[in-house]
């Protein structure tokens, strides 16, 4: 019992469980989401997203063209990010 209580802190689980992690979808994002567009696209005139929802699944969309894994939590983690710091649904 002990290790299992270790390892999900360790791994940070109960805190991303609980919320979302906008420092987290911070580093997400710069670590895989500025290769072929840089922020200026989340807040020019005739931008694409227009909805929260939109949001999430342009993302994922983004994220499916990179060939990357990532779970449901850590796409709502930069969705927050973007819309926290960008979009601001
Ligand atoms: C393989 C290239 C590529 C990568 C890497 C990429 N994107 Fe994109 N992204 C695009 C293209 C292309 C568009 C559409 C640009 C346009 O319409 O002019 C776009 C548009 C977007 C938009 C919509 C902007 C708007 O108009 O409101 C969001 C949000 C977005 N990307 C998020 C992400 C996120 C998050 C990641 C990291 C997971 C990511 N992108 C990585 C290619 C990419």
């Avoid at 992690?21 to 072929?36: F, M, P, Q, V």
Wanted: hydrophobic fraction near 35%.
């Amino acid at each position: 019992m002990r290790n299992i209580i270790l390892f999900l802190v360790a791994t940070g689980f109960t805190a991303s469980a609980i919320a979302v992690d906008i420092k987290n979808g911070d580093t997400l994002h710069a670590d895989n989401c500025t290769r072929c567009h840089d922020t200026s696209v989340y807040t020019r005139a005739n931008k694409r997203v227009k909805t929260l929802p939109k949001l999430g699944t342009q993302v994922r969309m983004c994220k499916d063209n990179l060939g990357i894994t990532w779970f449901d939590d850590e796409v709502e983690d930069v969705t927050g990010f973007l819309n926290t710091n960008y979009y601001h649904f």
